[in-house]
C-alpha cells in the first residue's frame, strides 16, 4: 500500500519567509510524528500527534514552529520567519498506534532557507 | 552523555562476512527499540524492532536486546554492498510516554565487494 507522502520534496526560501510542510500519513495510522535532520544535530523529534488527543510538542525548537492536524490524517508543519539554521531534512512518520508503535518515515522535505 | 549512543564508524566488512553493529542507551526506563538503515540522500527505513530480552530474527538480521547491559545489537549475515548505509538506533523511553523515538548519530556501514 501506500507509504508516507510528504510535499514540497524541496524548498528553498528566503529567510524571514513562511514555510508549509505537509505530510499525508498511511491511511489507518493514528498516530503522526514530525522529526528534523541535520548534519549538526542527526534525528530530532518535533511533534507528536495521536488520534484526538492534544498534540506533543515538546520538541519543538522555538515558537516559530507550529503544526496541525486535520481530520486525523494530513498534517501541516509551518515555520513562519525562516531562519538559516533552520535548513534542514523535515522528515514525517506515522504508526498504527502510538507509543511503543513502529514508525514508517516518508521521503522528507529538504528545506533550504537562503 | 548521549542518551543513545552509536560508534560512527565507517564499519567496513568484506561482502559475504558478518557484520555487527551495537548501540548503547542511558539508564531510563526505556521500553522500544528499533533499527533503522538510511542510505545516503533517503529517509530512515524501519528494519528491525525488539522489545523483549533475547534475540529477534528476521532473514538476514538479528536484533539482540540486553537490558541489563543497556545494550541493543544487529548482526547482518551474508552483508552485500547492498547493505552499505548508515544504521540508526532509535529507543522510546516510558517516561516521555513512549511518544517519540530517540535516534543515536548512526554507524555508517561499507561492505567491501
Known amino acids: 500500500g501506500a507509504g508516507v507522502s510528504q510535499s514540497p520534496s524541496n524548498k528553498v526560501t528566503e529567510k524571514g519567509k513562511d514555510v508549509e510542510l505537509r505530510c499525508d500519513p498511511i491511511?489507518?495510522?493514528?498516530?503522526l510524528y514530525w522529526y528534523r535532520q541535520s548534519l549538526g544535530q542527526g534525528l530530532e523529534f518535533l511533534i507528536y500527534?495521536?488520534?484526538?488527543?492534544?498534540?506533543?510538542k515538546s520538541g519543538l525548537p522555538s515558537d516559530r514552529f507550529s503544526a496541525e492536524r486535520t481530520g486525523g490524517s494530513v498534517s501541516t508543519l509551518t515555520i513562519q520567519r525562516t531562519q538559516q539554521e533552520d535548513s534542514a531534512v523535515y522528515l514525517c512518520?506515522?504508526?498504527?498506534?502510538?507509543?511503543?508503535?513502529?514508525?514508517?518515515f516518508g521521503p522528507g522535505t529538504r528545506l533550504t532557507v537562503t | 552523555q548521549k542518551e543513545v549512543e552509536q560508534n560512527s564508524g565507517p564499519l567496513s566488512v568484506p561482502e559475504g562476512a558478518i557484520a555487527s553493529l551495537n548501540c548503547t542507551y542511558s539508564?531510563?526506563?526505556?521500553?522500544?527499540f528499533f533499527w533503522y538503515r538510511q542510505y545516503s540522500g533517503k529517509s530512515p527505513e524501519l528494519i528491525m524492532s525488539i522489545y523483549s530480552n533475547g534475540d529477534k530474527e528476521d532473514g538476514r538480521f538479528t536484533a539482540q536486546l540486553n537490558k541489563a547491559s543497556q545494550y541493543v545489537s544487529l548482526l547482518i549475515r551474508d552483508s552485500q554492498p547492498s547493505d552499505s548505509a548508515t544504521y540508526l538506533c532509535?529507543?522510546?523511553?516510558?517516561?516521555?510516554?513512549?511518544?517519540?523515538?530517540?535516534f543515536g548519530s548512526g554507524t555508517r556501514l561499507q561492505v567491501q565487494p
Open positions: 539508564d531510563r526506563v526505556s521500553q522500544s
Open positions: 491511511s489507518g495510522h493514528t498516530a
Open positions: 500527534f495521536q488520534g484526538n488527543s492534544a498534540p506533543d
Open positions: 512518520a506515522s504508526s498504527l498506534t502510538g507509543g511503543a508503535a513502529e514508525q514508517y
Open positions: 532509535a529507543v522510546t523511553w516510558s517516561d516521555t510516554g513512549r511518544r517519540a523515538l530517540t
